[in-house]
């Protein structure tokens, strides 16, 4: 159990926070495209939902992602929530 733990922590890890294959680069007009379900409603003509970025503000976004040394990325939601552990620890103490 512990190995498998540890197969998918360290897949979470390694895993890329964007995907490739939803980018094209425009070497014409230095754009990137991105489709995703995260981006606003703008819908191309094969139903996905896109969002043009120049290629500054592109790698400007992909930046904000990385965090500052010493930094935690990690949001804790669900039952590592502060709220949901403050509950917990109300109903058993």
């Known amino acids: 159990m512990a190995k498998m733990s540890m197969e998918k922590l360290a897949r979470y890890i390694i895993r890329a926070f964007f995907s490739q294959e939803?980018?094209?680069?425009?070497?014409e007009s230095?754009?990137?495209?991105?489709r995703?379900?995260?981006c606003p409603r703008q819908r191309s003509g094969?139903?996905?939902q896109t969002k043009v970025f120049d290629a500054l503000e592109w790698i400007a976004a992909m930046c904000s992602h990385?965090?500052?040394?010493g930094e935690q990325m990690v949001?804790?939601?669900g039952y590592y929530s502060?709220?949901?552990r403050g509950r917990r620890k109300k109903s058993f103490g």
């Open 82 to 84: 502060n709220a949901s």
């Open 66 to 69: 990385v965090p500052d040394k």
């Open 22 to 27: 939803r980018m094209t680069y425009h070497r």
């Open 30 to 34: 230095v754009q990137v495209e991105y």
């Open 36 to 38: 995703s379900k995260a």
């Open 75 to 77: 949001r804790y939601y």
């Open 46 to 48: 094969n139903g996905e």
